[in-house]
């Protein structure tokens, strides 16, 4: 009898097809939502997946349980020197529908500008860059770097090395970039970029977070009404987390502004999403608890076979809970930073 293929599915009838790779938990800005000033107690190398065991694991998740995308983020991914390679032996793997998984990455752009071409010829499909503010002094409050210079360079490398679309992921925080978020909407209409805002979570350093001090995407809405004319965008969402809205400025000019409601409006019933940690952990949700993780690292170097670590990958999978549950009465943050994890 011919074997089922496994799929990563869970007990409330989703199908994970997105897989998320921390590729380092290090990182050279410090934003105030993901990091202490200090940096965090960094994972040793030794700890952390090498290129071959990101790749094999990348692979099986590709050619054994149905993964058709495949984001690496970390951390910043382009501190790893070898995220060229790692791009390329991804798109040489082929999906269950007979293609090569799309590749994207998630970066601060601090050295895009040297890399971009790069990784276009490796074959990266997109990329998502983030930026909180184009005020100089706003960028530099909230990442602690005055860098705004090199990340802006890094997007006009992406956009010419044809890594379209360039997305933008922007965090708003309170009584610093609120006022600049508008600004920010232009910069990206200007250059066709796709901007998404998302809500901060309870994922950077501890006791920071609150409910009911973050700026929650009704907020935003608000702000951004004053200057400019919101529709609900007529594009159905899917399992994307964004919910598009077409803006228009005073000029006529229009565009679309993307709005991730991670917390006040959660999509967990529509999540997709697999994650591998810098360590190799697999997690079924940004929120899960450090016992729900299961270590393919450790299986892989105790000898495990391809088969054993796809299993162990469905059955950690089967697992996942319904929602984050940020707003239950008894919600943890995660022990894991967003970093660690892969944002
Ligand atoms: N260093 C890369 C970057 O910043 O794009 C990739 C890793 S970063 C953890 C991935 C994404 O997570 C970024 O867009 C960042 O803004 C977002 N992020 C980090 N901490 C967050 C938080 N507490 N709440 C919401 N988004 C957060
Ligand atoms: Fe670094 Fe990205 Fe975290 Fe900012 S959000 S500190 S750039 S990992």
Redesign the pocket.
């Known amino acids: 009898m011919a074997s089922v293929p496994l799929e990563l599915a869970d007990r409330f009838g989703r199908v994970a097809r997105d897989l998320r790779v921390s590729l380092t938990d290090r990182?050279n800005?410090r934003?105030t939502?993901?990091m202490p000033a200090a940096g965090l107690e960094w994972i040793p190398t030794e700890q952390s997946l090498d290129d071959a065991e990101v790749i094999r694991l990348v692979g099986i998740g590709v050619e054994k349980l149905g993964i058709r995308s495949v984001r690496f983020?970390?951390?910043?991914?382009l501190l790893r020197r070898s995220l060229e390679d790692i791009v390329a032996a991804t798109t040489r793997l082929r999906t269950d529908e007979g293609r090569a998984p799309a590749t994207a990455i998630?970066?601060?752009a601090l050295g895009l500008d040297k890399r971009a071409a790069g990784l276009a010829a490796a074959g990266l499909d997109r990329i998502?860059?983030?930026l909180?503010s184009t005020d100089r002094a706003a960028f530099a409050e909230l990442t602690r770097r005055d860098r705004l210079g090199d990340v802006l360079a890094g997007i006009d490398a992406a956009l010419e090395a044809g890594l379209s679309p360039v997305k933008v992921?922007s965090?708003v925080m309170p009584g610093v970039n609120e006022d600049s978020a508008c600004d920010l909407v232009r910069f990206c209409l200007d250059r066709g970029l796709q901007l998404r805002f998302?809500?901060?979570?309870?994922?950077?350093p501890r006791g920071e977070?609150t409910r009911e001090g973050m700026v929650t995407a009704r907020d935003l809405l608000d702000r951004l009404a004053r200057e400019f004319t919101l529709r609900p965008a007529a594009e159905p969402r899917g399992s994307a987390p964004a919910a598009l809205w077409d803006v228009t400025d005073a000029s006529g000019r229009s565009g679309k502004v993307g709005i991730i409601a991670?917390v006040t409006h959660p999509f967990c019933g529509a999540c997709d999403r697999t994650r591998l940690t810098t360590d190799g952990a697999v997690r079924s949700c940004l929120f899960s608890a450090a016992a729900e993780e299961v270590s393919l690292r450790d299986m892989m170097r105790a000898g495990a076979s391809d088969d054993e670590l796809a299993e162990a990958w469905a059955a950690a999978m089967w697992n996942k809970k319904p929602g984050h549950g940020i707003d239950d009465v008894g919600f943890l943050q995660p022990e894991r930073t967003?970093?660690e994890i892969?944002?």
Do not use: A, K, R
């Open positions: 990182c800005l934003c939502y993901c983020t970390g951390g910043e991914p998630t970066t601060n998502n860059v983030s909180d992921n965090v998302i809500e901060q979570m309870p994922l950077g977070w991670s967003m970093s892969g944002g």
